[in-house]
T-cell receptor
Framework: QEKVQQSPESLIVPEGAMVSLNCSFS?????SIWWYQQHPGKGPKALI???SNGNKKEGRLTVYLNRASLHVSLHIKDSQPSDSAVYLC???????????WGSGTKLIIKP | AQTIHQWPVAEIKAVGSPLSLGCTIK??????LYWYWQATGGTLQQLFY??????VESVVQLNLSASRPKDDQFILSTEKLLLSHSGFYLC????????????FGAGTRLSVL
């Protein structure tokens, strides 16, 4: 059974800092990896996804995937208080219609 | 633009009572539809998905069932609620046959007492 683990559980950083979030998965056959943002009481919102080894940048977000080490990281540049949320890592496995989710990292950006 | 609407917003139900939660997607034909459950402070757990009307695949049942009576509608139900059913239920949609972005609804908060 695919497992997805995220670290740290929570993170508090000052506004403007670079944020780094980690996600490890247990099966190298996993396909795409997604990062979602979830505010309290709301549904998750997709941020960025990656399939191939290497990195992908979109705006203030950069994601790095290393399939050999089964690790993916999300980096948020110039963090803002509105970035405060839970960040979820999700890995597609078994089919195009199933995702395995990590337990999330709670991020707080202090003004 | 596509919109996803979940109902009700919140429910308080007694153990052993029936439940029906609904989800409607407008502005997209033949979407893939999903039901997720999230315990308070817990991990998202996929329950069901459907890629066409009348067909639903179970991922984890948790004594729940799902149906897709129309192209744009997904229903989650049970005849007898358990305490363990409490949590946050989310409907989502994606489009196409390759792995695509999930778009989530606002969710239904269920408390079983």
């Amino acid at each position: 059974q695919e497992k997805v683990q995220q670290s740290p559980e929570s993170l508090i950083v000052p506004e403007g800092a670079m944020v780094s979030l980690n996600c490890s998965f247990s099966d190298s056959a996993s396909q795409s990896i997604w990062w979602y943002q979830q505010h309290p009481g709301k549904g998750p919102k997709a941020l960025i996804s990656i399939f191939s080894n290497g990195n992908k940048k979109e705006g203030r977000l950069t994601v790095y995937l290393n399939r050999a080490s089964l690790h993916v990281s999300l980096h948020i540049k110039d963090s803002q208080p509105s970035d405060s949320a839970v960040y979820l890592c999700a890995v597609s496995m078994y089919s195009n219609y199933q995702l395995i989710w990590g337990s999330g990292t709670k991020l707080i950006i202090k003004p | 633009a596509q919109t996803i609407h979940q109902w009700p917003v919140a429910e308080i139900k007694a153990v052993g009572s029936p439940l029906s939660l609904g989800c409607t997607i407008k502005g997209k034909s033949s979407p893939n539809l999903y039901w997720y459950w999230q315990a308070t402070g817990g991990t998202l757990q996929q329950l069901f998905y459907s890629i066409t009307v009348g067909q639903v695949e179970s991922v984890v049942q948790l004594n729940l069932s799902a149906s897709r009576p129309k192209d744009d509608q997904f229903i989650l139900s049970t005849e007898k609620l358990l305490l363990s059913h409490s949590g946050f239920y989310l409907c989502a949609w994606s489009w196409g046959t390759s792995q695509n972005t999930l778009y989530f609804g606002a969710g239904t908060r269920l408390s079983v007492l």
